[in-house]
């Protein structure tokens, strides 16, 4: 079997460029306030979303090199991730993009086309048409969507709308990136892995604004605290996270014992340590645990959802305080 992590630096949502690097780079082209926008880059928001006649028409786009090693797989996970971002804002996908790079000479074509059978897969499962896409000859091979979603105005989900003294609800299980990683380095793979990362957040989205919920993102390549402390800071909160609440798919324990903690995790935890206060028994792996670079990972809801596990609450003030 070709392994296809073998031919990409990173893999996942871990080969993101660091979220400090990236502040700075887009730094001076955010506050494009045109008078249809109505989420923008201000707040490193999941999608962005314009005013079209009574709809929030939203657009994204995300594209990674291989997380895992079977071409059908990564092409459902990558699938997954890039609808996340709709869903994340709270709203519906209905029509997608593929965007494929490809090294032709070194790589079969038989082995990209199941890669994109797989993307289409999960985006029938949402019910949101591929129509054609983009490609390139590519040393390194990576895959995603650009996705147009659909939403209403009223019910969007926000970095900037997070209140104080709501319940944090997590919906999927971190650990992701310590897997991928194993994977990526062993060949090993982990069957629980691959079903969280291909599950889609819709259920969770539609719960959310059942629910009542303004504030949500998810939970990707920043990690879990780099997420939270981007809502938190747009929204002008703190929070405080109860480390036995989260849920960690529990081989991720065991890799992180092992030691396979990606770059990009260590680059997260880096970025969002001077926000952070902790009790006395927080230890470095918990730290890492909870910044491990996730893919396709869970929504973070400021808000309850019944079925899902509230991991924290919002509080008044900044930070992020982990118990």
């Known amino acids: 079997m070709t392994r296809l992590t073998g031919y990409a ?77 709709i869903y ?14 490809w090294p032709r000479d070194v790589l079969p074509l038989e082995l990209m086309k199941e890669v994109l059978r797989g993307g289409l897969a999960v985006a029938s499962e949402a019910g949101c048409p591929v129509i054609g896409g983009h490609s390139i000859d590519d040393p390194e091979p990576k895959y995603g969507m650009a996705v147009t979603g659909v939403a209403d105005p009223d019910q969007l989900l926000r970095n900037d709308a997070a209140a104080a003294g709501l319940p944090l609800t997590l919906t999927k299980p971190i650990g992701l990136g310590l897997l991928n990683n194993r994977h990526k380095q062993t060949g090993e793979v982990f069957t629980e892995a691959i079903a969280v990362m291909t599950r889609l957040n819709r259920d969770a989205a539609q719960a959310a604004i059942t629910g009542g919920v303004r504030a949500a993102t998810d939970v990707t390549g920043f990690g879990l605290l780099g997420h ?96």
């Open 228 to 323: 939270l402390h981007k809502m938190c800071r747009a929204s002008g909160v703190g929070a405080v996270i109860e480390r036995s609440a989260v849920p960690v798919i529990e081989a991720a324990r065991v890799a992180l014992k092992d030691g396979f903690v990606s770059g990009g995790t260590r680059r997260n935890l880096d970025w969002v340590r001077p926000h952070l206060t902790q009790a006395p028994d927080v230890t470095e792996d918990d730290l890492l645990l909870l910044a491990d670079a996730q893919t396709s990972g869970g929504l973070l809801v400021v808000g309850e959802i019944p079925g899902y596990p509230v991991i924290g609450h919002t509080v008044a003030g900044h930070g992020i305080e982990i118990r």
């Open 9 to 85: 630096h990173g893999g996942g949502c871990a080969c993101k460029i660091p979220p400090g690097e990236l502040e700075e780079a887009v730094r001076g082209l955010t506050g494009q306030r045109g008078e249809n926008v109505l989420v923008g880059l201000d707040d490193g928001d999941d999608a962005a979303a314009v005013l079209v006649g009574d709809f929030a028409v939203l657009s994204t786009a995300d594209f990674f090199t291989p997380v895992v090693d079977d071409p059908f797989d990564w092409g459902r996970i990558a699938a997954a991730n890039a609808l996340s971002d």
């Open 88 to 101: 994340a804002m709270g709203g519906r996908p209905v029509v997608a993009i593929n965007l494929i790079g």
